[in-house]
């Protein structure tokens, strides 16, 4: 069964940092690029950022951009979202997902395409205060 789990979430202050994990088992880790999306309340999913199956790409939204960066431990089969500089807007549940069609050879606009992810955690909660 593949499984992939997120953690790190919680409630924080705006300004302040955290750092999201997805462990995953039950794939062959290097074989997928992963990516991480958040939805809000009432909204649609929205791609975050995403990173190919050695690291080698990175791809970050635009509201995220200079603040979050994602990497990746594929001897511990886990991918991270180190969130910097926190606004109340960031709050959402984020999820990591799993692709392993998405290479570096992939064409932007297929990076950010939810629909285009083999698996999905079931999220963890980010909340920011003012």
């Known amino acids: 069964q593949v499984q992939l789990i997120e953690s790190g979430g919680g409630l924080v202050q705006a300004g302040e940092s955290l750092?999201?994990?997805c462990t995953t088992s039950g794939l062959a880790f290097s074989d997928y690029s992963m990516g991480w999306?958040?939805?809000?309340?009432?909204?649609?999913?929205e791609f975050v950022?995403?990173?190919?199956?050695?690291?080698?790409n990175r791809y970050i939204a635009g509201p995220v951009r200079g603040r979050f960066t994602i990497s990746r431990d594929n001897a511990k089969n886990t991918v991270y979202l180190q969130m910097n500089s926190l606004k109340p807007e960031d709050t959402a549940v984020y999820f990591c997902a799993a692709?392993?069609?998405?290479?570096?050879?992939?064409?932007?606009?297929?990076?950010?395409?939810?629909?285009?992810?083999?698996?999905?955690?079931?999220?963890?909660?980010?909340?920011?205060?003012?």
């Open 19 to 21: 750092r999201l994990s």
């Open 49 to 56: 950022s995403a990173i190919s199956q050695t690291g080698q």
């Open 99 to 130: 692709d392993v069609g998405l290479t570096i050879a992939s064409a932007t606009s297929e990076w950010v395409r939810s629909e285009e992810y083999d698996y999905w955690g079931q999220g963890t909660q980010v909340t920011v205060s003012s």
């Open 37 to 45: 999306f958040r939805q809000a309340p009432g909204k649609e999913r």
